[in-house]
T-cell receptor, first 116, second 114 residues
C-alpha cells in the first residue's frame, strides 16, 4: 500500500531532550516536507526537500533540523525541544514529474508532540 | 511568508444544506488545491485546479479557480454527516522555476448536524 508513515504517533517529552520524528514514504517521491499544525494557524511548513541531500527552510524552521540521506526517509530533529514546539506534525511527499502530479502532496497520519 | 485568507473559520449546518467556503491571496497563484482533514488523520486532497476560471467537480464537491488567479472557492452540496472535518485551501505561487512549496489557508471547520 502506498503511504507515508510517521513514528512515533504520540510523544511526550521534556524541555531540552533531543528527539527525532521519523518519516518514510514508499512511493519513490522526490519531494518531502514537514508541517506543523496549530489551532488557528493552519498548516505551516517547517522544512522541505526537493531530493536526496537537498533541503531548504520553510516558513517556521527555527528549532528544527532535517536530513535527507535517502530518498524514502526525511527525519525531523529537535535538538533542544521547547514547550512552544508542542504541536501536531505532518510529513508529506509528492512525486516530481508532470505538472499535474507534483502538486498532490500525500500526508502522513501525524505525530502529536507535547514538550513539558 | 505568503498567507492565504480562508473563510469562514467555522460553519455549523444542518444535514442536506449546501456549504460554500473560499480563499483569497494577495499574490497570483498558478495552482489551487482543496484538502479535507478528518479528525486524527492527515489532510487528503479533494480537488486540484490549474487554470484560471477552471471549474472542477468531485461528486458533491465543486471548486473554482478565480479569474483573477487570487482566489478560489469550494462548494459542497447536500451535506451529509461524514462531511465533518477541516477543509484547507492551498496554493502555489506563480514564481516560476521548480518551486513545489504550497501555502495553506488556516482551515474551515465544518460541523454537520444530522
Amino acid at each position: 500500500e502506498a503511504q507515508v508513515t510517521q513514528n512515533p504517533r504520540y510523544l511526550i517529552t521534556v524541555t531540552g531532550k533531543k528527539l527525532t520524528v521519523t518519516c518514510s514514504q514508499n512511493m519513490n517521491h522526490e519531494y518531502m516536507s514537514w508541517y506543523r499544525q496549530d489551532p488557528g494557524l493552519g498548516l505551516r511548513q517547517i522544512y522541505y526537500s526537493m531530493n536526496v541531500e537537498v533541503t531548504d527552510k520553510g516558513d517556521v524552521p527555527e528549532g528544527y533540523k532535517v536530513s535527507r540521506k535517502e530518498k524514502r526517509n526525511f527525519p525531523l530533529i529537535l535538538e533542544s525541544p521547547s514547550p512552544n514546539q508542542t504541536s501536531l506534525y505532518f510529513c508529506a511527499s509528492s512525486p516530481r514529474g508532470t505538472r499535474f502530479s507534483y502538486n498532490e502532496q500525500f500526508f502522513g497520519p501525524g505525530t502529536r508532540l507535547t514538550v513539558l | 511568508g505568503q498567507q492565504l485568507n480562508q473563510s469562514p473559520q467555522s460553519m455549523f449546518i444542518q444535514e442536506g444544506e449546501d456549504v460554500s467556503m473560499n480563499c483569497t491571496s494577495s499574490s497570483i497563484f498558478n495552482t489551487w488545491l482543496w484538502y479535507k482533514q478528518d479528525p486524527g488523520e492527515g489532510p487528503v486532497l479533494l480537488i486540484a485546479l490549474y487554470k484560471a476560471g477552471e471549474l472542477t467537480s468531485n461528486g458533491r464537491l465543486t471548486a473554482q479557480f478565480g479569474i483573477t488567479r487570487k482566489d478560489s472557492f469550494l462548494n459542497i452540496s447536500a451535506s451529509i454527516p461524514s462531511d465533518v472535518g477541516i477543509y484547507f485551501c492551498a496554493g502555489r505561487e506563480n514564481s516560476g522555476g521548480s518551486n513545489y512549496k504550497l501555502t495553506f489557508g488556516k482551515g474551515t471547520l465544518l460541523t454537520v448536524n444530522p
